[in-house]
């Protein structure tokens, strides 16, 4: 897989009582994201209606975004680990027409007991398997057992901000390697649609609770990624 998108993210205190007067940026632990190059299937009418509710006059393209949540070696030193991360995807049209987010995976995983991850997006809507071609298969992908840490989704303000939200659970650090899946739709009129992606973070450190976001927070000017629907 290509690196898309690779940055160090910036740390910023939060809370009462913070001893932030004597600590300077330099003295923060250092965290990074990693976030891959989309992988994309457009899916031909024969897949398309293997999926519930579509409509016959609308393109449908499943997305798998893999990225990377690093807390550093410094941070690994403090004995510090992600406490929670919110992965934004936000949707650009080609201009004319609109693209949204017709459902979204992970909707929701939680911790307890083992979880049989199954091929869908969302309970009503089931994936033929020819879709899994090139995207790899969900059911592989996405943890399976313990599920740690748990992963909300929402597809977000007017279905173009989709985003997930992650919390660790039972004291083990958020970090490491995720993926996350989208099924878009967009109007046949349609020739492309633009996609970006904003990763930020909690960390508990042992100078106190942090918050990590990106240097260039505008997605006006975050970097793009195009999806042609014509293939």
């Not at 009582?17 to 899916?43: D, H, N, T, W």
């Not at 313990?146 to 989704?153: L, W």
């Not at 109007?187 to 960390?203: A, G, M, N, Q, R």
Request: glycine fraction near 6%; charged fraction near 20%.
């Amino acid at each position: 897989m290509n690196i898309w998108i690779e940055e160090e993210l910036v740390a910023e205190p939060v809370g009462e009582g913070f001893e932030s007067s004597q600590k300077s940026s330099e003295e923060y632990p250092k965290a990074s994201v990693r976030i891959y190059e989309p992988r994309v299937k457009i899916l031909d009418a024969s897949e398309a209606n293997s999926i519930n509710f579509t409509k016959p006059d609308h393109h449908y393209a499943v997305v798998k975004l893999g990225c990377e949540l690093d807390p550093g070696n410094d941070a690994r030193q403090l004995k510090a680990g992600f406490t929670a991360a919110k992965v934004l995807v936000p949707l650009w049209g080609d201009g004319t027409t609109y693209t949204k987010v017709f459902s979204l995976f992970p909707v929701e995983l939680r911790t307890g007991t083992p979880q049989a991850v199954k091929l869908k997006l969302e309970p009503a809507i089931e994936v033929a398997s020819t879709v899994k071609v090139g995207l790899g298969s969900m059911e592989t992908d996405v943890l399976v057992g313990q599920v740690a840490p748990s992963i909300v989704g929402f597809r977000g303000e007017h279905e173009m901000r989709p985003y997930w939200n992650l919390e660790r659970s039972n004291q083990a650090p958020l970090y490491g390697m995720r993926n996350f899946w989208l099924l878009l739709e967009a109007p046949k009129l349609s020739s492309h649609c633009f996609i970006s992606c904003v990763i930020t973070t909690s960390l508990q450190a042992a100078v106190g609770p942090l918050h990590f976001g990106p240097k260039l927070k505008d997605i006006a000017h975050r970097p793009r990624y195009q999806i042609d629907f014509a293939q």
